[in-house]
């Protein structure tokens, strides 16, 4: 029995040995793996370029060799070092300690952090923290620092290298777009290209056309203008002496029915320069500003009554259509117009008159051969018989006209087209065989205030006082001008030069009242007469006279201080009017 | 598939022992504590292997192991006895009794184990 028992407490002892020592055996086993695993978990400490730190309650409890890499400190210097404490600025602070103070399991920490080098630099990391146990907060955490100075810097390179090249990748973009407008628009260019050629080649012949024909108006316009004064003068003669002639005869004189026909004819003849006049350029008017709606109105209605079998229509808005221009020569144009439609129309119809103000940008203004502007735009319409492309060229020529011989002048829309130009504007004319013509005129908009009317009421003549000197080149304008005045009441001295004209006036300045001053003498003209009589009385009273309508010589002495303008051939009635409107 | 083994002593800190060393080992282990558990066991989970004390409450294990030998369904199955009894009419009894094989305490896990292994590749 005794054998039995130690037997058993023998088995239990060798049972209880084998058990421990295998335990010892696994012990040891895994005391080995531990010192491996510590041995890697260091290597790995070692050669991490991410500093580790443990911190437990704000304090730093143990720091891998890369954290005094990174920041400069060591392991001495943990005890007295708090991670706020090396937080460089306010934000990282708070977000750090609301890391250590969460109670939340779950709560990590990763982010862009600064901190304070122990030199006293700030290091830009990247900081990652978790605690040591999730479960248990109060262990500790584990926080990595990685150096992020570096890759800080190269990824704001990066960023500015992306924003430049989003930049240039728009602008690319945009310049792709613009390309592919162009080239779109090049096709299409090219694709019109004849097309285009072909209408420029029209375009271009057209504006030589225009080009010739404005140079041949011009050089005719010269021509006509010259004869128009030589002729103006020749008449004022005549009609100075009809004038002279007339005055005191008796109605029953057996010459006064011929010298009445004499001065119709001479008035006649007058209208005829006077058209001259306006077709030939250089000329200047007495420019006012003058509404066209209201011209309009007033020069239509004044036609119609005359020609019964002309139905009118007035398109004309409500609002003043303002331009700077000579209402006499205006007047004159628009009765040219009127009577080529009422030609047009031999058995009557209807003649459409319109005004408007438009603005002409430089293609449209190119077009007319006028600057871009805003201009007024006034038509006179006929439904009369309309003329073929090669009468339509030369509609504005002087002395052509589609009329029988006799019937008219050729000169009618010569001299409005003179006018026109002659105002910085320009007429055109639409037409189609048998069905009708379209002349528009167009001016340039005044932006003066609009005009009150003033008729001039047709006066008589009056007889006046004091003394004239009349200067003129023509003994014989200076013979009957000196009858005309004296015949008036007036005192006359004539003078046959411009320097005639100053002696005299030297002699007799106190006496002198007036002077009639002709503007185209030789020598010495008009004009530089009058700039030296001026210097001897800066107070002159001087009316120019001339055979040629004001021009840009007459309108400066205007502007400089003369006192009028007489257009010669003229009568008593004129003569008498002009010279005590000055006197006055 | 595992052996299944079955362990039977009424000192725990054998089998338990055994148990744990045996199940470390990759065999399947059922205990029992007495005879009649033991038997019991044997005829009903069909071990593999009967490693069994003698001295035992309620049955001896060498009443266990002749029973099982006799019965047709378990007379197969190998009976190691592993016994403090020691003398050789002890030994004799359990071999008659039809043990295969009877160790005597204290015996080491490793010369247990090489039993058990011997009649593993019969």
Known sequence: MQDEQLRRLLQQY????????????????????????????????????????????????????????????????????????????????????????????????????????????????????????????????????????????????????????????????????????????????????????????????????????????????????GIAHDFNNLLTGIRGYASLMLHGMESDHVHFDKLKLIEEMVKSASDLTSQLLGFARGGKYVLKTIDLNELLQKSAAMFCRARHEITTHLNTGKKPVLVEADRTQMEQVLLNLYMNAWQAMPRGGEMTISCKSLQLDETEAARHNLAPGHY????????????????????????????????????????????????????????????????????????????????????????????????????????????????????????????????????????????????????????????????????????????????????????????????????????????????? | MSKKILVVDDEEVISAYLQKKLEKLGYCTIVANDGEKALNAAINEKPDIVLMDVKLPRMTGTDVCRLLKTDPKTANIPVILLSAKAQPAEIQAGLDAGADKYLCKPASFPEILETIRSFESA
């Open chain 1, 14 to 225: 060798i049972f209880n040995l084998e058990d421990a020592q295998e335990k010892a055996e696994e012990l040891s086993a895994a005391n080995e793996g531990l010192q491996r695993t510590t041995e890697f978990f260091k290597a790995v400490l070692n050669c991490t370029p991410h500093g580790i730190c443990l911190v437990k309650r704000h304090t730093f409890q143990w720091c891998s060799p890369a954290f005094t890499e990174i920041l400069g400190w060591t392991q001495q210097d943990l005890p007295a070092l708090s991670i706020l404490g090396i937080c460089s600025c306010r934000s990282d602070f708070d977000e750090i300690e609301a890391y250590l103070n969460s109670a939340d399991a779950g709560v990590f920490l990763h982010g862009e952090f600064n901190f304070m080098h122990k030199d006293g630099r700030v290091i830009a990391c990247i900081l990652s923290a978790r605690p040591l146990d999730t479960h248990d907060r109060s262990r500790g955490h584990v926080f990595s620092f990685t150096d992020f100075t570096e890759l800080k810097a190269a990824r704001d390179i990066c960023r500015n290298r992306a924003e430049e090249l989003q930049l240039s990748n728009q602008q690319l973009n945009r310049e792709i777009a613009e390309r592919a407008k162009a080239e779109a628009a090049l096709n299409e260019y090219k694709e019109h290209l004849e097309e285009l050629v072909a209408k420029r080649t029209e375009q271009l012949n057209e504006t030589n056309r225009r080009l010739l024909q404005a140079q041949k108006m011009e050089a005719v316009g010269t021509l006509a203008g």
């Open chain 1, 376 to 584: 007024a735009a006034m038509s006179v319409s006929d439904k009369g018989v309309g003329m073929d492309e090669a009468t339509m060229r030369r509609i504005f020529e002087p002395f052509f006209t589609t009329k029988d011989m006799g019937r008219g002048t050729g000169l009618g829309l010569a001299s409005a087209y003179g006018i026109i130009i002659n105002h910085h504007g320009t007429i055109e004319v639409e037409s189609r065989k048998w069905v009708g013509s379209t002349f528009t005129v167009f001016l340039p908009i005044s932006n003066a205030q609009a005009p009150s009317i003033a008729e001039a009421a047709e006066s008589e003549v009056a007889k006046g006082a004091g003394t004239i000197l009349l200067v003129d080149d023509q003994p014989m304008l200076l013979n009957v001008g000196k009858e005309l005045l004296e015949l008036l009441g007036y005192r006359a001295i004539t003078a046959q030069s411009g320097a005639k004209a100053i002696e005299c006036y030297l002699k007799e300045r106190d006496a002198i009242d007036v002077v009639i001053l002709d503007m185209i003498m030789p020598v010495l003209n008009g004009h530089d007469t009058y700039l030296q009589l001026k210097a001897i009385n800066p107070k002159i009273k001087v009316l120019l006279c001339s055979g040629y309508s004001i021009d840009s010589h007459a309108s400066e002495l205007i502007q400089l201080g003369c006192n009028g303008f007489l257009q010669k051939p003229f009568d008593l009635n004129e003569l008498s009017k002009a010279l005590k409107d000055i006197i006055n």
